[in-house]
């Protein structure tokens, strides 16, 4: 086990995984243990610290003295059209609404569009695959529970692992292939609530980006499976989609391996403060069982940083912009996907 100067490590599963502990104020890290955070982050892909009492600005101070540069932290501003929207949360633009509540802080219906597309994140993904520039950090904060009982806890599988343990042979066909993953959040809406989104083609909805599937995870130097529902079909090195069936059926194997039962940790909330980090390129993660939907509040705010390592843009060109709202409003078919986590569809168009 690696040894830590200013924190302890209390390890969740033999492979990947911590809970922190010895940290009595999580607004005001020393530079070692931040240092330490960092280096354990990198061995265990996702750390668990609990009742941080941190609030929206700490959490945003916190993520910014985590990865040393404020300008990577992505925001919501991109899902914000013509400024209409009342956040929640305001000015906080840094912050991802990961729960259940609407702009009033109501409840959301369980049959209600952005409902159908949460049902997306009850599926194994990283964060922002779907981005021409992936996420390396998510940093996710409770600030409202529900019930223990009703379930609602995070799950994250161990990508690193998983490539460890494939097959000799399908890990010598994957090196020798090279290929790269196209990446689409309509894909995984489309098969989180399958008839919800029937008339979604992920083809025209925005652009798909495109992330080799085998990469090093730089921080730790192992391989890993970048990989999750997001991916929708492969393409040989050369760009060149391969046939949907054989994409197919690898993408499920490569998925169903990863996540299998002993490769997985579920996270139990226990209390508002209580905060998960998970690095996208090292783990999978998902929004786990809950029984709760439509009768308590789950309010769960995200801090995400843009990668700045040797694979952050993927295959796609440097500076591409990233998708928007205002674009999918235009691609015929999609007014109901508009109705994303940041966004609520009504009669009148969206609500942002």
Same mark, same amino acid.
């Given at each position: $086990? ?14 990947? *995984? ?21 280096? @354990?982050?990198?061995?265990? /892909? ?31 501003? !991109?899902?914000?059209? &013509? ?14 609404? @990961? *729960? ?16 159908? =597309?949460? +049902? ?10 779907? &981005?021409? +520039? ?6 996710? !904060? ?19 692992? @998983? ?17 790269? /993953? ?12 399958? %008839? ?11 652009? $798909? @980006? ?10 730790? /130097?192992? $391989? ?12 040989? =090195?050369?760009?060149? %989609?391969?046939? %949907? ?15 299998? %039962? &002993? ?17 996208? +390129?090292?783990?999978?993660? !998902?929004? *786990?069982?809950?029984?709760?939907? *439509? ?5 769960? +705010? ?13 295959? &796609? ?36």
């Amino acid at each position: $086990m690696a040894s830590y100067k200013t924190i302890t490590v209390k390890e969740l599963h033999p492979t990947f *995984g911590a809970e922190i502990q010895g940290i009595s104020d999580h607004d005001n890290l020393t530079e070692e243990q931040l240092e330490d955070l960092r280096a @354990a982050i990198a061995k265990y /892909g996702f750390l668990l610290l609990r009742n941080t009492h941190l609030t929206d600005d700490s959490h945003i101070r916190f993520t910014q003295r985590f990865v040393r540069d404020a300008a990577l932290l992505d925001t919501v501003t !991109r899902y914000l059209v &013509n400024n209409t929207r009342k956040l929640r949360y305001h000015p906080h633009v840094e912050l991802f609404d @990961a *729960g259940n509540l609407d702009d009033s802080n109501t409840i959301i219906h369980p049959s209600s569009p952005r409902a159908h =597309s949460n +049902r997306g994140n009850r599926l194994f993904h990283t964060d922002s695959s779907f &981005n021409p +520039r992936r996420a390396s950090f998510s940093l996710l !904060r409770a600030v409202a529970l529900p019930p223990a009982s009703t379930g609602g806890n995070t799950d994250f599988a161990d990508s690193r692992s @998983a490539w460890d343990h494939l097959p000799q042979n399908l890990k010598h066909h994957l090196l020798t292939k090279d290929y790269i /993953g196209a990446f689409s959040i309509a894909h995984s809406r489309k098969l989180g609530s399958p %008839e919800f989104f029937k008339s979604v083609d992920p083809y025209k909805a925005a652009p $798909m @980006a495109r992330h080799k599937i085998l990469q090093v995870h730089e921080p730790s /130097g192992r $391989m890993n499976l970048y990989i999750g529902a997001h991916l929708h079909h492969l393409e040989d =090195s050369t760009g060149a %989609e391969i046939p %949907e069936t054989e994409s197919s059926e690898l993408i499920d194997t490569l998925n169903k391996h990863a996540t299998q %039962e &002993n490769n997985v940790v579920s996270v139990q909330w226990e209390q508002p403060g209580d905060v998960i980090i998970w690095d996208n +390129r090292a783990v999978l993660h !998902r929004a *786990g069982e809950w029984t709760g939907q *439509g009768k308590y509040a789950r309010d769960l +705010r995200r801090t995400t940083v843009h990668d700045d390592g040797t694979y952050a843009w993927g295959l &796609n060109a440097v500076g591409t912009p990233m998708p928007t709202i205002a674009g999918l409003l235009n691609t015929p078919g999609l007014l109901q996907f508009a109705a994303t986590t940041e966004t609520a569809v009504t009669q009148e168009g969206v609500k942002v």
